[in-house]
């Protein structure tokens, strides 16, 4: 079992719609949870950190916990096509280092 | 605040030869430097770990005496490349993890392309 899985493929979404993206990690002892955004040639860029169970909101940005099942989902709302990207969900399990899921992207059309 | 960067930004050199790679945390100190590797269309592949001061901690399956890791500073690690072959080329990242001034996340640096020819 992988640590930190993303399994959705590409995700298109119109322009002002909602992008939701899923991830399901292993380690139930996991205390940190991560949003990376990266364009193409680029570097992740941290967008989101959540800790605790719940919702986190930040700008246009909702990431949500939930430790007993062991998912953590991202909401971008009001997509914008400088939302296209792919999305890495990190997660950091008990060794302290982060484990990346493969990433999910998204498309916005205009 | 919590700018890491790299350098350089892009590299080609020749197979059999070494390359350098820096990367810097720019306004924190970082405890732990992470080298990550990551091939086109996939994720991110942890290299190695390293802490100031201290030997690397690299992951199943990279070899130590190709990737050379130096964490010499708490705001500068060091990757080097030897003997570098064309399946070398890659996107690396380096990435730093910082106190309680940075709230303990960990922020990348820009990367640096490697083109082995």
């Known amino acids: 079992q992988k640590e930190v899985e993303q399994n959705s493929g590409p995700l298109s979404v119109p322009e002002g719609a909602i992008a939701s993206l899923n991830c399901t990690y292993s380690?139930?002892?996991?205390?940190?949870f991560f949003w990376y955004r990266q364009y193409s040639g680029k570097s992740p860029e941290l967008i989101m950190s959540i800790y605790s169970n719940g919702d986190k909101e930040d700008g246009r940005f909702t990431a949500q916990l939930n430790k007993a099942s062991q998912y953590v989902s991202l909401l971008i709302r009001d997509s914008q096509p400088s939302d296209s990207a792919t999305y890495l969900c990190a997660v950091k399990p008990g060794n302290n280092r982060l484990a990346f899921g493969k990433g999910n992207q998204v498309v916005v059309i205009p | 605040g919590a700018v890491v960067s790299q350098h350089p930004s892009w590299v080609i050199c020749k197979s059999g030869t070494s390359v350098k790679i820096e990367c810097r945390s720019l306004?924190?100190?970082?405890?732990?430097m992470f080298w990550y590797r990551q091939f086109p269309k996939q994720s991110l592949m942890l290299m190695a770990t390293s802490n100031e001061g201290s030997k690397a901690t690299y992951e199943q399956g990279v070899e130590k005496d190709k990737f050379l890791i130096n964490h010499a500073s708490l705001t500068l690690s060091t990757l080097t490349v030897t003997s570098a072959h064309p399946e070398d080329s890659s996107f690396y990242i380096c990435?730093?993890?910082?106190?309680?001034?940075?709230?303990?996340?960990?922020?990348f640096g820009p990367g640096t392309r490697l083109t082995v020819t």
């Open positions: 306004d924190f100190q970082a405890t732990t």
């Open positions: 990435s730093a993890r910082g106190g309680a001034e940075v709230s303990y996340e960990q922020y």
């Open positions: 380690d139930r002892g996991s205390q940190s």
